[in-house]
């Protein structure tokens, strides 16, 4: 036998029903990225990377382990010694670093084209054997150079150098930082001037890489900037404006309208965490950032 219900027991119990799944949805709301599930739930329109330097108390073995388990394709800027490891959990170096000079001592300078033509002549053929697709340059500091001179001796080196990068099928990226803030002085620090770069080396195998961070901090307009020049960036970095710290809301870009952006180029790259986690667990702050930019 149905228990009759009246019109005002089914309403108060649909009311309770609604509350509870208003309260599950605020909670759900309140969640960090952080607390979510990422790994294998990730939407595979985002090759996430990190580099491995922002976790200097984290060794190798351990961060690569972490990063599997979140999902990560790539732990870069790292060096060609590091590729066993690598190797051992499954991942690529989606940017690998160990260029001589480093920041300051880079392409803009005539004297210092022998010894880094040398190192990518020694190391472009193992970083295609192992399967990674780049390997980072850097223009220099000025010094007193113009940037039209910069401009043309980088392009000198470079074109030394991509023979033998179309030849391996690897691409060299020269990164774009920011010289107001963390970088004096250097000289690859506007867009506009990377891609006038790129169409001197004329190569597919010479990009940029745009680090969202720094051009941040340079000239802003992220989005536009991305949708105007895609074709000439081969891979991105992340990173909270101010500081450098974590890509939530504490900071003042909305990464997933710039993920979003990349995507619909139809970028096929890799997308890297290079922010320096202020909380104490880093690896919920990496796994945040994941989560944050795969859209």
């Given amino acids: 036998m149905i228990t009759p219900i009246s019109r005002r027991s089914a309403l108060t119990k649909l009311a309770g029903t609604a509350a509870a799944i208003a309260a599950t949805t605020s909670l759900s709301q309140r969640l960090?990225?952080?607390?979510?599930?990422?790994?294998?739930?990730?939407?595979?329109?985002?090759?996430?990377?990190?580099?491995?330097w922002c976790y200097k108390g984290i060794p190798l073995?351990?961060?690569?382990?972490?990063?599997?388990?979140?999902?990560?394709?790539?732990?870069?800027?790292?060096?060609?010694?590091?590729?066993?490891?690598?190797?051992?959990?499954?991942l690529i170096c989606a940017m690998m670093s160990g260029v001589p000079g480093g920041i300051?001592?880079?392409?803009n300078r005539l004297e210092n084209h022998d010894k880094i033509v040398a190192y990518f002549e020694q190391n472009i053929s193992k970083v295609a054997e192992a399967g990674f697709p780049n390997m980072i340059?850097?223009?220099?500091?000025?010094?007193?150079?113009s940037d039209e001179q910069g401009l043309d001796n980088c392009?000198?080196?470079?074109?030394?150098?991509?023979?033998?990068?179309?030849?391996?099928?690897?691409?060299i990226c020269m990164e774009l930082l920011n010289s107001k803030v963390n970088h004096p002085d250097y000289m690859c620090d506007h867009s506009k001037w990377g891609v006038e770069l790129c169409k001197?080396?004329?190569?597919?195998?010479?990009?940029?890489?745009?680090?969202?961070?720094?051009?941040?901090i340079m000239e802003g307009d992220v989005i536009r900037t991305i949708k105007d020049n895609h074709q000439?960036?081969?891979?991105?970095?992340?990173?909270?404006?101010?500081?450098?710290?974590?890509?939530?809301?504490?900071q003042e870009m909305y990464y997933p309208a710039i993920m979003k952006a990349i995507v619909e180029t139809g970028f096929k790259g890799h997308v890297a965490q290079e922010f320096i986690p202020k909380r104490a667990d880093v690896l919920a702050s990496l796994k945040q950032g994941v989560a944050i930019c795969d859209v």
Avoid: W
């Fill in 155 to 171: 392009a000198i080196g470079l074109k030394r150098i991509v023979g033998v990068a179309e030849k391996h099928k690897v691409t």
């Fill in 137 to 145: 340059c850097f223009s220099g500091n000025r010094k007193g150079m």
């Fill in 32 to 52: 960090t990225a952080a607390d979510k599930a990422v790994g294998p739930d990730l939407k595979g329109r985002i090759n996430h990377s990190v580099c491995a």
């Fill in 61 to 90: 073995e351990d961060l690569c382990k972490a990063g599997k388990e979140m999902g990560l394709q790539s732990v870069e800027l790292l060096m060609v010694s590091d590729i066993p490891t690598l190797k051992k959990h499954d």
């Fill in 104 to 107: 300051t001592t880079g392409l």
């Fill in 200 to 216: 001197k080396v004329g190569s597919e195998r010479f990009k940029l890489l745009y680090d969202i961070y720094h051009m941040q």
């Fill in 232 to 250: 000439y960036f081969g891979h991105y970095h992340t990173g909270g404006v101010p500081g450098r710290n974590e890509i939530d809301d504490s």
